[in-house]
């Protein structure tokens, strides 16, 4: 029996098959984004439930993420080895197991791991999607088919967190994962009937399988390094033994990748001036991007005590803005330099995250949300611009590397800003914390003030004296945890602030190394 290749579909359902596909590859990839936005407005639930503190939670978003990078790598591989429909079922096969063994974890551990493989799978999904809406749009119809890509990946950031919220509010975190399941077992289905699948005479390429196990290696060693620096001490063995392993993984894959002849990563392509500054303002866009993604839900459940509920409702109108605006920016950049795009675009982000960086437990609702919404316009304005920007300067045999290689800059930088942000988040407390320690004592006014009233109601309460000394100082810890926390997350805030700023420089000089080209 011949094999159902794209021609043989389009042979049977006729234009029909562009609809078909098109909804087939957007229920795998919402079901895959939905799952990467939804778990950020569970983290505080997920820290209570298996009493961790937010450098180990953390990695709930950074292993996804840094899982995710390293399967957009095997994307090309997977499809010329096995063709879209069996890595299509495959990847969503995977992605239900890994999503029933996150609702079912028993401990943070299994959670952790499962994030990871949901990682994988939605770094597979995503070009894999885009590839397939090429194969079956005309070129003359593909900038719809890139419009309904961007619907499917927007929808999830859209409406997670709101959903998130929802189902923990009525359930609990655990339905954060079961949620995404009928939607993956759905696309499952369809796609055995309207995906394509591998022709039989097509060569198979070769998997760059040391360049994948030293990548993987280094990101994994030098993010857990990072993660683990705070709490075992950044000149403690163990760290030190992982920065070094890192280090010795990462120019071991940078040595072989320019010598193997099939590489993971093509590092030739950053031989293009414009090329390589375009990939350093997406790894540092993406440094920035994720860490604020991570960092507001946190903020608004953990210091001003929203619900998940609300925390999912303060991102929805940045997601659906950004859903509106998208096309513009799309449109707008065709007709606009792409580095006017992307400076204004970062000082959107930059300017929003400074003004985060003001925030406290009494910041209004809509103040943060307008912030959010400021830092989403930023983000339609950059990702075509910046893609635009990047491919523009190549030539034809190299588009593919260079596209990949953008989409791994980016991923790249997310996973190391929500790791690096963490790590900023817990110095940046324990620092304010003890300053804030070292001025309670009994010539601190307002302190002993506090400690009188609070006293005074104890005893109206019927405490005994001893008691209502112990709960007066407890109550003064208290407050000064959270005031010590609000100041960790602004420093952080204003951190993402100079990150993008400093995301300016090599987006001047993208717009330079273009003029002197032309």
């Given at each position: 029996m011949a094999s159902e290749t794209a021609e043989l579909l389009a042979a049977r359902y006729g234009p029909r098959l562009r609809l078909y596909a098109t909804g087939t590859a957007m229920l795998g990839m919402v079901s895959a984004v939905l799952t990467t936005t939804i778990v950020n407005v569970a983290i505080p639930?997920?820290?209570?439930?298996?009493?961790?503190?937010?450098?180990?939670?953390?990695?709930?978003?950074?292993?996804?993420?840094?899982?995710?990078?390293?399967?957009?790598?095997?994307?090309?591989?997977?499809?010329?080895?096995f063709g879209e429909r069996r890595t299509f079922i495959g990847a969503l096969a995977l992605f239900v197991a890994a999503l029933l063994m996150a609702g079912f974890s028993p401990?943070?551990?299994?959670?952790?791991?499962?994030?990871?493989?949901?990682?994988?799978?939605?770094?597979?999904?995503?070009?894999?999607?885009?590839?397939?809406?090429?194969?079956?749009?005309?070129?003359?119809?593909?900038?719809?088919?890139?419009?309904?890509?961007?619907?499917?990946?927007?929808?999830?950031?859209?409406?997670?967190?709101?959903?998130?919220?929802?189902?923990?509010?009525?359930?609990?975190?655990?339905?954060?994962?079961?949620?995404?399941?009928?939607?993956?077992?759905?696309?499952?289905?369809?796609?055995?009937?309207?995906?394509?699948?591998?022709?039989?005479?097509?060569?198979?390429?070769?998997?760059?399988?040391?360049?994948?196990?030293?990548?993987?290696?280094?990101?994994?060693?030098?993010?857990?390094?990072l993660s683990n620096g705070q709490r075992e001490g950044w000149d403690s063995n163990l760290v030190l033994s992982l920065f070094a392993l890192a280090i010795t993984c990462g120019l071991g894959f940078l040595a072989w990748e320019l010598k193997v002849a099939q590489p993971l990563v093509e590092l030739r392509v950053l031989g293009n001036g414009q090329f390589t500054a375009a990939a350093v303002v997406a790894f540092i866009f993406g440094l920035g991007l994720f860490g604020t993604v991570y960092l507001v839900p946190l903020?608004?459940?953990?210091v001003q005590k929203y619900s998940a509920f609300n925390a999912g409702l303060l991102l929805m109108p940045a997601g659906l803005i950004l859903g509106v605006f998208m096309p513009l920016a799309g449109y707008i950049a065709?007709?606009?330099?792409?580095?006017?795009?992307?400076?204004a675009g970062l000082l959107c982000f930059g300017i929003s995250s400074y003004w985060l960086a003001a925030?406290?437990?009494?910041?209004?609702?809509?103040?943060?949300?307008?912030?959010?919404?400021?830092?989403?316009?930023?983000?339609?304005?950059?990702?075509?611009?910046?893609?635009?920007?990047?491919?523009r300067p190549l030539r034809v045999e190299q588009l593919s590397q260079g596209a990949g290689?953008?989409?791994?800059?980016?991923?790249?930088?997310g996973a190391f800003g929500v790791n690096t942000l963490s790590v900023v988040l817990d110095r940046r407390t324990?620092?304010?914390?003890?300053?804030?320690?070292?001025?309670?004592?009994?010539?601190?006014?307002?302190?002993?003030?506090?400690?009188?009233?609070?006293?005074?109601?104890?005893?109206?309460?019927?405490?005994?004296?001893?008691?209502?000394?112990?709960?007066?100082?407890?109550?003064?810890?208290?407050?000064?945890?959270?005031?010590?926390?609000?100041?960790?997350?602004?420093?952080?805030?204003?951190?993402?602030?100079?990150?993008?700023?400093?995301?300016?420089?090599?987006?001047?000089?993208?717009?330079?190394?273009?003029?002197?080209?032309?």
């Open positions: 639930d997920i820290m209570g439930a298996f009493g961790i503190g937010q450098d180990r939670a953390q990695w709930l978003a950074t292993g996804a993420l840094a899982a995710m990078t390293v399967g957009m790598l095997t994307n090309a591989w997977l499809v010329s080895s401990n943070e551990d299994i959670l952790i791991f499962a994030r990871i493989v949901q990682g994988a799978v939605a770094g597979v999904l995503q070009p894999l999607s885009m590839y397939v809406l090429f194969r079956v749009f005309p070129p003359e119809q593909r900038g719809t088919a890139m419009g309904f890509f961007g619907m499917s990946v927007i929808l999830g950031p859209a409406i997670g967190p709101t959903l998130g919220g929802i189902l923990i509010e009525h359930f609990n975190w655990r339905y954060v994962f079961f949620a995404a399941v009928p939607v993956a077992l759905a696309a499952m289905l369809l796609g055995g009937f309207f995906m394509p699948e591998r022709d039989d005479s097509s060569k198979r390429s070769t998997f760059d399988l040391i360049g994948f196990a030293l990548l993987a290696t280094a990101l994994g060693t030098l993010l857990t390094g903020f608004v459940q953990l065709d007709h606009t330099p792409a580095r006017a795009l992307i400076i925030v406290d437990s009494n910041t209004p609702f809509w103040t943060i949300a307008w912030l959010v919404v400021l830092s989403r316009v930023g983000l339609a304005l950059i990702k075509p611009s910046l893609n635009l920007a990047a491919l290689m953008i989409n791994f800059a980016r991923q790249l930088g324990t620092f304010h914390s003890e300053a804030l320690t070292s001025t309670q004592s009994g010539a601190n006014t307002a302190t002993a003030e506090l400690l009188r009233e609070m006293q005074a109601l104890l005893a109206q309460a019927g405490v005994s004296p001893d008691a209502q000394i112990a709960g007066a100082l407890h109550y003064l810890g208290r407050v000064v945890h959270a005031q010590a926390y609000t100041a960790g997350f602004r420093d952080s805030f204003l951190v993402c602030a100079v990150i993008f700023t400093a995301a300016l420089v090599p987006a001047w000089i993208m717009g330079m190394r273009r003029s002197r080209t032309a």
